[in-house]
Nanobody, 123 residues
């Protein structure tokens, strides 16, 4: 079982940067693919990025490709999302999740979810 806690959200001007972190507790963190989703009021939860158990395979939504970078440090039980060149449309609650597989794929089964961290980008 994995418990997840996000941090690093805040308010930033368009063009700025934030780095989110997702800290996991539990014995099997390094076994799982991990990912980030975001959700704004009135919108569906949106896939942002994911990576395989060892960080060797990275996946990005087209809307963030080239601006966001996902990474993980299994020794620290932490996943990161470096967000650069932020836009107002990036605003939302960012949630991290673990998957019930070592590699991400569309339709992969979810494991645990964090509670989310708010990201607000002003214009």
């Amino acid at each position: 079982q994995v418990q997840l806690v996000e941090s690093g959200g805040g308010l930033v001007q368009a063009g700025g940067s934030l780095r989110l972190a997702c800290v996991a507790s539990g014995r099997t963190f390094s076994n799982y693919a991990m990912g980030w989703f975001r959700q704004a009021p009135g919108k569906e939860r949106e896939f942002v990025s994911a990576l395989s158990w060892n960080g060797g395979h990275l996946y990005y939504a087209d809307s963030v490709k080239g601006r966001f970078t996902i990474s993980r440090d299994n020794a620290k039980n932490t996943m990161y999302l470096q967000m650069n060149m932020l836009k107002p449309e990036d605003t939302g609650v960012y949630l991290c999740c673990s998957y019930r597989s070592s590699y991400y794929y569309v339709g992969a089964d979810y494991g645990s979810w964090g509670q989310g961290t708010q990201v607000t980008v002003t214009s």
